[in-house]
């Protein structure tokens, strides 16, 4: 490590993906905090962990059906138009009540992630709330909570047992760089 009293040791991906998730993203994470330097910067995923059911991705995609089969919206339960994650997607979507949610740009946060690193090897997918790539001061809006809130009840709602909280997760915009990435250091190119 540098013996420099600036130098963070939060801004290397070791620390990032051993000590996700996050409850609460620190400032610095956020690209717009300009805190990191390097290329690619990670981003970071707020949202929900569907864990796999068995390490087999069948029981997975059975859930998955399941739960799309009780959106009380018919078009949304068709399997012949709709993908069950799509489905579960645009039923939370249409179930916000806020025209101004759906006309901002933040109405395309709504989707699925994957993880960069999972030390359990367990997370199918994050149903996405938010992005720390979007956020225009280094905190989360308060209305992601409010949509994250309308999710869990969707989520419950549609059969999923165990919603787990909703917790910031590394997505794979950094799953090709080594762990000793270092963010606090402008890489130089030869």
């Known amino acids: 490590m540098p013996l420099n009293p600036s ?3 939060k ?3 070791e620390y990032m993906r ?26 970071f995923v707020y949202g929900f962990a569907f864990r796999r059911q068995t390490n087999e991705a069948q029981p997975t ?13 018919p078009e949304l339960r068709d399997k012949t138009k709709w993908l069950s994650i799509g489905a579960i997607l ?10 101004v949610f759906r006309d901002s740009p933040h109405y395309n946060d709504l989707g699925i992630s994957r993880v960069d690193y999972d030390r ?31 999710a869990a009840e969707i989520y419950k709602e549609l ?3 165990d919603v787990p909280k909703p917790q910031w997760y590394l997505d794979t ?11 606090n250091i402008v890489p130089r190119f030869l």
């Not at 995609?61 to 919206?73: T, V």
């Not at 645009?90 to 025209?99: E, F, K, L, T």
């Not at 915009?173 to 963010?183: A, G, K, L, M, N």
């Open 7 to 9: 130098y963070n040791h």
């Open 11 to 13: 801004l290397t991906l």
């Open 18 to 43: 051993e000590h996700q998730p996050f409850d609460e993203l620190p400032t610095e994470y956020y690209p717009c905090s300009q805190q990191m330097q390097g290329y690619p910067l990670p981003n």
């Open 61 to 73: 995609l059975d859930k998955l059906d399941e739960m799309q089969s009780k959106i009380p919206d």
């Open 90 to 99: 645009q039923y939370i979507a249409n179930s916000v009540d806020a025209d």
């Open 120 to 150: 359990t090897n367990s997370i199918f997918q994050i149903f996405r709330v938010y992005s720390s790539k979007r956020a225009r001061t280094p905190k989360k809006p308060l209305w992601v909570d409010d949509i994250a809130r309308i």
């Open 159 to 161: 059969g999923w047992e």
């Open 173 to 183: 915009s950094t799953i090709v760089c080594e762990d000793d990435t270092d963010f």
